[in-house]
Structure formats: C-alpha cells, structure tokens
C-alpha cells in the first residue's frame, strides 16, 4: 500500500466538534445548501480549501515575531522581497493582500474592452477581473483535460495549436498577455509540465504577446514536475522554480496557498509593467511596502516561501490527496484521476446521474457530504460560473466537489473516515436531489448565494 509519511511532527492542537447528524442536517439547512455559509464552529474536517488554513510550521511563527511594522520602507518587505528574488529571480516585488488583488491590478493594467486573454482554464476570481475590465478569456486547455479518468501527468497543459489559433484571431494586439494557471484549480488541481510552458513562451515570444504565471498552486504542480517529467527528475525543486519563473513576464500568487500564510504579490523584472502596476497597489492595497498585508504574515511568507523549495515539504499534499484518491476509487467512487493537487476531486455528474446540471448536482453532493460526514467541502462546478449578460446559465465542463487537504493538518485516520463516509453516501447516493437558488448574488455567487432543495 502508498501510505503517505509525514516529515514533521505535530506539536500544537486545535479541539474539533463532530455534531450529531440531525444537527449537521439543521446546520446545512441554516446555511442555504452553500458549505461556504457554514459556521466553522458545526464542522469536523474544513476541507473547503487550502487557502490561508495550511498548518504553519515553527519557523514561520518563530519568524512572525520578528517583524518591522514600519508603514513604509519595512525590513519586512525587503526580507520577503529577497526571498522572492531568492527563488523567482525577479527584482521588483508589489505586496498585495491576497492572489485576487493581483488579478485586480494586473487586468486594471492591461485588460479594456475587447481584450481576449488565452489561458490553459480559467479561475473564478481571475475571470471575474478580466470580464469586469471588458476583456475575454479564451481557454486553450487539452481535449483531454475534461477527461475525468485520465493517465495523463500533466492536463493542465495548453493546447499550443488551439492558443495560436487564439492569437491569431483575436490579433495579437488585443492579447495583454497569455495566463498560465500552475496546478490548474477548476480542473482538479491538474498541473502543467515545464516543456509545455517552454512551448507557450515560444508563441509569446513570436506575437510580442506577455507571459503571466499565476503561481498560486506552483508548489503542488512543482512536485508534480519533478516526479512526472523524465527530463526533471534530476533537478532540484529550486532549479525546476527558477526555470519556471525565467519563462514568466510577470508571476502573481495568493499566498494563501504559495508561502503558507495569507496575503499575495505580484513579482517581475519587467520595469515597465512594475511602474505601470504600482499605481493601482497604492490606491487599492496599501503602501509599496506591504500592500494591504500584516507584517508578521509577511514574515510567515518569506520563511513559506523557502521552505517550499523542500520536496519533502511540498510532497505532504499531494500523497494525501493520491492517498484519498485511491480510498475511493477502492470504493467505487467515482474521482479525477491522476490524483491532482489542492484536494481530492469528486465527479459529481457520476456520483448523482439523477440529478441535472441545472440542478447543481456538485452543490448538492457538497451538501450532502457534509451531513454525512460533518467534512465540508467545495462546489467547483455549473454553481461556480457567472450567468451570461442575457441571464441564461452556462453550464460548466465539470461538476466537481473538492476535498481540500490543507497541508500538514489533517491525519490519515481523519482522511480515512472522510473517504468512509463518501463511499457510504456513495452507496445511498439516491437519497440524494438537486438543488436551486433561493437568493442569488450577481458576482462570484458561489460565496454567499442560498439554496433550497427542488
Ligand atoms: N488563483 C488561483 C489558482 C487560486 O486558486 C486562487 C484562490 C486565486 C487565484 C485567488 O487568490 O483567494 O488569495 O484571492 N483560490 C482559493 C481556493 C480561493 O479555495 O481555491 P485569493
């Protein structure tokens, strides 16, 4: 059997509450069917994401004692500003409160009407700016990346032929740049490969178009490059990094998920694009200096972000989520394979075939996990899209529930008993229905919108 091994110890503890199931049922229906709306308080394992509830380790919280809360010119920034140059090799550094904030700046900077933005998927945040500036994204990912079941190592690629396509038709002067989305989230945490990346460049560099890396899963789809990709296994996870970072114009990242704490950034060594964007981190996010974030997160993120360079570390999530993967697939279950990063990934349109697309069949599945199990996890599918301007409803490629395993928090016996409780709703999955809005917000309504059962 794989079993994952930890390399670390656990030395502080957080008490958890596992409600009874009639009070789980209650607190689902109290919440609107959304597991966003759940008091953390009424769950047992928060697998709703990884964003900013990574465990830190001692050093981090060692290194949060020692911050500069000047308001400007803080050696805080500059030691994180040196930590990224460290791995990056990029000199300009603008803090920004978290990953969405960079999307703001960055599409505010370049995105206006009729701007078409190539990428291997879209994120939700990350269309939702590029939409709110007038622009369009374009996903050029691989047919087979919709593919639930797949051998292939690396569906986050880009289909480079389709991504030319792309250029050429919208002309290249309305293409800002090109988004590559490391450990491409919506798809299952599905990572690219480094050749595909070089092959991306490529085009960038023929149509005089910018290369931005949205770096924020960069450490799960690093591991993912080193362990899959023949030409990289020999190299470190720091050489593999600054490789990947040579290729970008300019790389953003939440550092919820990159560097372990919570805040963001958006690094280059393009003067230009540095001058153009800091205008807009002083009106929106604080000073140049930290950007909207708390020094002593800043802190926590410098020694996050060195500590990413140990495959050891960067290992953790990725074998649970393999881990948990295979616990289901033993069980029927039907999930994305290969095993991704971020979290375990359920097909909802498999598990509940009764259930129609326009009845949220992911939304549901969450729900339901949830009183089964006292875990909560995250719709990713048709709920997580935005209607189109005349109020129809695109319906997603996938219908996923994602399974968050935030690194280093969980242990196998508690990922055990989640995997338990899904194959054991699996099996009862007809006790099952959709799900439809009872209040519906127009931006990102996945967050706070309300349900009720059909
Ligand atoms: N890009 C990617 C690929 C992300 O996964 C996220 C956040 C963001 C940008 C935005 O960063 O949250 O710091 O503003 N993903 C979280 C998640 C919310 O749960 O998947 P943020």
Excluded at 76 to 95: D, H, M, S, V
Excluded at 145 to 165: C, H, Q, V
Excluded at 207 to 229: C, P, Q, W
Excluded at 398 to 422: C, G, H, N, W
């Amino acid at each position: 059997e794989n079993i994952p091994l930890e390399m670390h110890k656990v030395r502080i503890v957080q008490k958890l509450n596992l409600p009874t199931v009639e009070e789980r049922l209650e607190a689902m229906k109290g919440a609107g069917f959304n597991t966003f709306l759940l008091q953390n308080k009424d769950v047992f394992m928060d697998m709703l994401t990884d964003s900013g509830v990574n465990a830190m380790s001692d050093r981090q919280q060692a290194a949060m004692m020692q911050a500069d809360d000047s308001y400007a010119g803080s050696e805080t920034f500059t030691r994180l500003q040196q930590a990224l140059e460290n791995i990056f090799g990029t000199k300009y550094f603008l803090p920004t409160h978290q990953g969405r904030a960079c999307e703001n700046v960055i599409s505010q900077t370049y995105v206006t009407a009729g701007s078409v933005v190539p990428m291997n998927y879209h994120f939700t945040t990350s269309k939702a700016h590029i939409v709110l500036n007038g622009g369009r994204v374009e996903e050029v990912y691989k047919d087979e990346a919709l593919n639930i079941t797949s051998n292939n190592p690396f569906k986050g690629d880009m289909d480079i032929a389709k991504l030319r396509a792309v250029i050429e038709e919208a002309g290249a002067e309305n293409v800002p740049f090109v988004r590559m989305e490391a450990g491409t989230n919506l798809i299952g945490g599905q990572p690219h490969s480094l050749a595909n990346m070089k092959e991306v460049r490529k085009v960038c560099d023929e149509y005089g178009v910018m290369l931005v890396l949205d770096a924020s899963l960069l450490a799960d789809n690093l591991h993912f490059i080193k362990t899959r990709e023949e030409a990289y296994q020999n190299k470190s996870i720091r050489e593999i990094t600054r490789e990947i970072a040579d290729l970008a114009d300019i790389i953003y990242f939440s550092a919820r998920k990159l560097g372990n704490a919570r805040g963001g950034g958006i690094c280059t060594n393009n003067e230009e694009a540095y001058m153009k964007m800091r205008e807009y981190i002083t009106l929106y996010e604080g000073f140049l200096t930290y950007g909207g974030m708390s020094v002593r997160e800043m802190e926590a993120i410098a020694v996050g972000l060195e500590e990413t360079m140990d495959e050891e570390m960067i290992n953790q999530g990725p074998q649970f989520i393999q881990f948990m993967t295979e616990e289901l697939q033993k069980r029927g279950v039907p999930v994305i394979t290969p095993a991704g990063g971020l979290g375990c990934h359920i097909d909802a349109r498999s598990f509940l075939p009764h259930v129609a697309q326009q009845d949220y069949p992911a939304g549901a599945l969450a729900s339901a996990i949830y009183i089964a199990s006292g875990a909560r996890g995250m719709e990713r599918g048709t709920m997580s899209e935005q209607r189109n301007e005349d109020g129809t409803e695109p319906l997603a490629n996938m219908e996923l529930v994602r399974m968050a395993l935030p690194r280093r928090v969980f242990t196998m016996s508690q990922v055990k008993y989640a995997a338990d409780r899904i194959a054991w709703l699996y099996d009862n999955r007809d006790l099952i229905g959709g799900l439809e809005f009872v209040e519906e917000p127009n931006v990102l309504r996945f967050f706070f919108g309300r349900l009720q059962a059909t």
